[in-house]
């Protein structure tokens, strides 16, 4: 006995016996790093303190301040100490049900509504409840594939092109399922994401359409990612949920169109034949996080009944996204690297491979080395296309055009009337940073070798 | 195709074919209902809905406000809305560490404190990436076991006794340990509560010191869920971590003695050689919750400094809870009932054994049947054992004598000197409610066959 007690107290005092360890942990987290976004988000800090000039172009966080009446609405609910119900307050339920059936034009029951602590928590839950595979197009968001490996569920990317507005194809999805379907026995769970992250695109209304027709064909559950629906730049965004209701789950949240990511509230709405998927996730909640701090969700009320100054803000917020996040591609096109203009959201997917010779030849053969010399070398801070699930060896990245203060910013952009344009030097005097990080990365990827 | 393409859609459509559904549903997860203790909550609040006098004694909540400085941050602080770390502010890791090391006399460094949504989050993500088996005394809080099914973890219960105060004891540990892990070979975490939900009761120095040299005998580590530490009722709440220090987690958070179960926040407190473990929670972390909401972190540094104020507000919460507490055990040992005087929190785990008999012949078998035909017949909800992983057939229930208003009880509290006693028409004044449904259990207990 005295032998393993050796052992064990080895692991314990012995810090970097990093291998040792891992007999403690989990198979399916050993390895397993913070999550990209956020681990890019510490470093800029970090490099900051150290005194340099950092272009944050790392982390998706909405540059614009809380709404007025949401935060003063969590001023008024601070004192609210309750636990609140598992699967949220019904005040916010209903609310969010009429925000999806007014802006989506979706038939939602505030009972098959649940909040979260943020999305991400929520499509967590969903993952590990429901028994099946899980389908996600690349680019696609970070947090998806590893939260099928944290579980160990089975997960299929499927790869879409630039060329191709990196958007999912129907027949991709029933090439797929014939390939890997063909008995229909297999129980799928497709996860869509639009406007998207890491690419800025959407879907039209008729590729939804197809789409939609597409899944219920081949008997697909939809988890539609919908929380840069209202940061659609011209406020055009279309639900999958409208044509395929009886299959769809839509997630939103107050992180990106209200500004309010580090509050940490999401909602999933379920069509009343899934309820037994909410069902389950509430049990599994009601063992982990219990329920959404309840001043915040309080608040969120204000935020979901969407009033005429949060509509006000929404249009402005969306006036000054498209603006720069079109001129921030025109002046990556310039520099011989592929991007598309973008139609929702605050980020860019750039594909340089263009340049793949002239970057091989400075050392750079792959995202992540593309990166990690942009910032080093520049101070511009993106994420690599291998994050978003992209092959290793593509010279692709995302870059998120947030780095400038927003309030700065919507204040500006209020004094001037929504129908107007935005005055020719709005982008210099309020984004300046920004349209400054685009030259260089243009400058940079062109450098001699 | 189309045969399986109709399965589906019954599995769909049909809402009453549950079987079916759990074809979609992971294993561990088919049967999970909601915590029992939201459940009866809700439940609770359903009645009075329903025009009925409820005794709420189902849910552990704090009824005590959320004290003012504290309520106070979080409006200060309502406009942060940027993504926080994911371990947590630093400055409220530094008021963590500092809390530990004045209240419980235990260095903790700041780097090492992980704050959660709730230490239920916290909790489950330990489980969830510690490759090992738990063991955890019974009666025990019912999300211990719960999460580990779900989770898929193998855990061991150790029954504990009434006469013995609910207390696990040392040789107990030993015996576990001879029996299961002979050659050492096996990792445990033995998660402890004190003062105990659902006992009401807390370890003593020395019992603290044997169990602590046991666990270190044993190479075990302890999850120490102190979340009701500063409500021990004479304010003498002793750490295992002071004598455990190398294999101890602490628990805490803001729910039971900061009176804000709602707000969700809880932390966990690790020693810098089990950091390791604390990394790998927190890469889980980042790919759930993300971190928790920010306005909330900035307002719990407040709560976690635990100024004069916050001092102030506990003397007199744990002046009350005593006095109540004690005033309930005293009437239901009147009743043949068995039950220990509390030392701590707001609970009291009762054994109405004695009369087995005479329960029986009413056809009250078992814990289940005890608090459901209790609520039935008087109104009063409380929590069968079984929920505690007390035997099935033992006729024990946990009962939470928090159904009053805090506000007032502790407003009125607040006009007599710490050193002086409550008068005694406090209790009839300020926790009526309590003390009719002690003397009710008593008289219904006690009723003829």
């Known amino acids: 006995m005295s032998n393993s007690l050796n052992t064990i107290s080895t692991i314990l005092t012995d810090e970097k016996s990093t291998d040792k360890k891992d007999l403690y942990l989990n198979p399916n987290i050993i390895g397993l790093k913070e999550s990209p976004t956020l681990r890019i988000n510490q470093h800029c800090k970090e490099l900051a303190a150290q005194g340099r000039h950092v272009y944050k172009l790392g982390l998706g966080q909405s540059p614009f301040p809380v709404p007025e009446p949401v935060v003063n609405a969590l001023r008024l609910y601070a004192p609210q100490k309750d636990y609140l119900p598992v699967q949220g307050l019904p005040e916010l339920r209903k609310a969010v049900a009429e925000f999806h059936r007014k802006k989506d034009g979706v038939d939602i029951m505030p009972g098959n509504v649940i909040i979260g602590p943020g999305s991400k928590e929520l499509l967590f839950l969903l993952q590990m409840v429901f028994d099946g595979e899980v389908i996600t197009p690349s680019p696609s968001w970070v947090s998806y594939v590893p939260q099928a490996k944290i579980i160990g569920n089975t997960i299929h990317v499927l790869h879409t092109t630039s060329s191709a507005q990196w958007r999912l194809k129907p027949e991709q999805l029933d090439e797929f399922c014939r390939k890997n379907n063909s008995n229909g026995n297999k129980k799928y769970l497709l996860i869509l994401n639009y406007p998207g992250n890491p690419d800025g695109i959407t879907y039209g209304r008729e590729s939804i359409m197809e789409l939609a027709e597409t899944a219920r064909r081949n008997n697909i559950f939809i988890l539609s990612d919908e929380i840069y629906g209202q940061l659609h730049h011209a406020g055009n965004h279309v639900s999958i949920a409208k044509y395929y209701p009886e299959g769809t789950i839509i997630s939103s949240g107050l992180s990106k169109w209200c500004g309010a990511g580090g509050w940490r509230l999401g909602t999933f709405s379920f069509p009343p034949n899934l309820r037994w998927l909410l069902e389950a996730m509430a049990a599994v ?54 991007v598309n203009d973008p139609t929702g959201g605050f980020y860019l997917f750039i594909d340089l491979t263009p340049l793949k010779k002239k970057l091989n030849n400075r050392g750079i053969l792959n995202s992540t080395l593309l990166c990690d010399r942009l910032l080093e070398e520049t101070g511009i801070a993106i994420l690599p296309g291998v994050d ?41 005097q309020y984004c300046g940073n920004v349209i400054e990080a685009a030259i260089k990365i243009v400058e940079w990827a062109n450098r001699p070798d």
């Open 285 to 338: 909640a009601s063992e982990t996080y219990t329920s959404v701090s309840a001043p915040i969700q309080y608040a969120a009320v204000q935020a979901f009944l969407c009033g005429a100054e949060i509509e006000n803000y929404l249009w402005h917020v969306r006036k000054i996204l498209s603006l720069l996040g079109n001129e921030f591609a025109a002046i990556i096109k310039q520099g011989n690297i592929v």
């Open 388 to 428: 978003f699930n992209r092959p290793p060896d593509e010279l692709s990245a995302r870059l998120s055009y947030v780095d400038f203060d927003g309030a700065k910013a919507l204040a500006a952009s209020y004094t001037i009337p929504l129908h107007e344009k935005l005055p020719e030097n709005f982008l210099a």
